[in-house]
T-cell receptor, first 118, second 114 residues
Framework: AQKITQTQPGMFVQEKEAVTLDCTYD???????LFWYKQPSSGEMIFLIY??????QNATEGRYSLNFQKARKSANLVISASQLGDSAMYFC???????????????FGKGTKLSVKP | DAGITQSPRHKVTETGTPVTLRCHQT?????MYWYRQDPGHGLRLIHY???????DKGEVSDGYSVSRSKTEDFLLTLESATSSQTSVYFC?????????????FGPGTRLTVT
């Protein structure tokens, strides 16, 4: 069975510093996808970044990068130059090998609450 | 913006009453999903749909039913609401035209069962 673990319930970071949010996963499928979502206090779920299991390079999207270590089954999110607006819940999620149907569903971790201090 | 709306956005209902939540999308995506979010659990899949009249159960489907009679609408029904169904409900679509099939979420519905 697939599983996502986020071990940091809450984290603090100083504005303008970098922060790493941890995510480990478990799956027996060789093909899978990993996602990070941001949920600000307003409640919406915002897609941030994606990493495929066969991708050779770590994914990057602006200030977000995904530190993908396949052998360790970890997919940590790195936010560079933190801003006050980065304060939010962050969820790691995994999708199975098939894009549609039951394997297209996302399995979520329990989230990490990031607080950025001025 | 993935063109997803949910209605109602907030609802308070009494135990034992039926409740229907609506998810509407404007982009004709095939795959639609209902999740619930509870403190300490992240998001969990309730039901999903892979086309008109094609639906299946997710991880926490007990007490819920769904229907999809049109591509654009995916309805979630609580036949007889219980306090354990107090939660925030999110609808999502999967953008199959995107290579990653990432999911985009609606704004959520906060349901309180008293």
């Amino acid at each position: 069975a697939q599983k996502i673990t986020q071990t940091q319930p809450g984290m603090f970071v100083q504005e303008k510093e970098a922060v790493t949010l941890d995510c480990t996963y478990d799956t027996s499928d060789p093909s899978y996808g990993l996602f990070w979502y941001k949920q600000p206090s307003s409640g919406e779920m915002i897609f941030l970044i994606y990493q495929g299991s066969y991708d050779q390079q770590n994914a990057t999207e602006g200030r977000y990068s995904l530190n993908f270590q396949k052998a360790r089954k970890s997919a940590n999110l790195v936010i560079s130059a933190s801003q006050l607006g980065d304060s939010a819940m962050y969820f790691c999620a995994m999708r199975g090998p098939n894009y549609g149907g039951s394997q297209g569903n996302l399995i979520f971790g329990k989230g990490t609450k990031l607080s950025v201090k001025p | 913006d993935a063109g997803i709306t949910q209605s109602p956005r907030h609802k308070v209902t009494e135990t034992g009453t039926p409740v229907t939540l609506r998810c509407h999308q404007t982009e004709n995506h095939r795959y639609m999903y209902w999740y619930r979010q509870d403190p300490g659990h992240g998001l969990r899949l309730i039901h999903y749909s892979y086309g008109v009249k094609d639906t299946d159960k997710g991880e926490v489907s007990d007490g819920y039913s769904v229907s999809r009679s049109k591509t654009e609408d995916f309805l979630l029904t609580l036949e007889s609401a219980t306090s354990s169904q107090t939660s925030v409900y999110f609808c999502a679509i999967s953008r199959e035209r995107e290579v990653n099939y990432e999911q985009y979420f609606g704004p959520g519905t906060r349901l309180t069962v008293t």
